[in-house]
């Protein structure tokens, strides 16, 4: 009774075994081709040219049109707290205008860290570190060091901006001695 016991136990084994190895190759594959993440990137750096040239209609026109879109952003608005979400065009094209005319406001990425990942094959994230120079929300036009993560999200054959979240970097803790 032990004997079959234990061949039922290796066999089940075998069997799990092998289900998952001929599965954790297509588990590594990437969703999203060379190509494709070359487009994002190239999206991205035309995002980047439309904000610090203040183009907000074409600013528009990059970001998914959909009330579930999110720009996290600075809040000028004590009741939202420092920072806060805004979501849906509407609400997204008044915040990306309100900081664009508040003074100058230049972001200037670190492109050699910048980094794009296919998530699905229609959502794709990108991560890249940046200093943002801008005069908004009492921000004294000083270049701050901040983190931009955009999610992007497949409509059609092009890639839109579903959620763009800009945080900033705290400072870091000053040394003990």
Do not use: C
């Not at 200037?108 to 994230?125: C, N, Q, W």
């Not at 005069?135 to 983190?147: E, I, K, N, V």
């Not at 839109?160 to 945080?167: D, N, Q, R, Y």
């Amino acid at each position: 009774m032990y004997y079959k016991t234990f061949l039922v136990a290796i066999a089940a084994s075998v069997l799990a075994t092998g289900t998952v190895t001929s599965a954790s190759p297509a588990a590594r594959q990437e969703p999203l081709d060379a190509t494709t993440l070359s487009a994002i990137k190239s999206k991205f750096g035309k995002l980047m040219e439309l904000a610090n040239k203040h183009d907000f209609k074409a600013l528009h026109g990059m970001f998914w049109q959909s009330p579930s879109t999110l720009l996290v952003a600075r809040s000028a608005i004590q009741s939202e707290g420092n920072w806060a979400g805004f979501w849906g065009n509407e609400a997204i094209d008044q915040k990306l205008h309100d900081i664009g005319t508040s003074g100058p406001v230049v972001l200037e990425p670190d492109y050699s860290k910048l980094r794009i990942v296919g998530l699905t094959r229609d959502v794709a994230e990108s991560y890249v570190p940046m200093n943002i120079t801008v005069s908004y929300a009492g921000q004294d036009g000083t270049p701050r060091p901040f983190l931009m993560i955009i999610n992007w999200l497949r409509i059609g054959k092009d890639w839109k901006v579903a959620s763009e979240i800009i945080l900033p970097v705290p400072p870091a803790p000053a040394a003990k001695g």
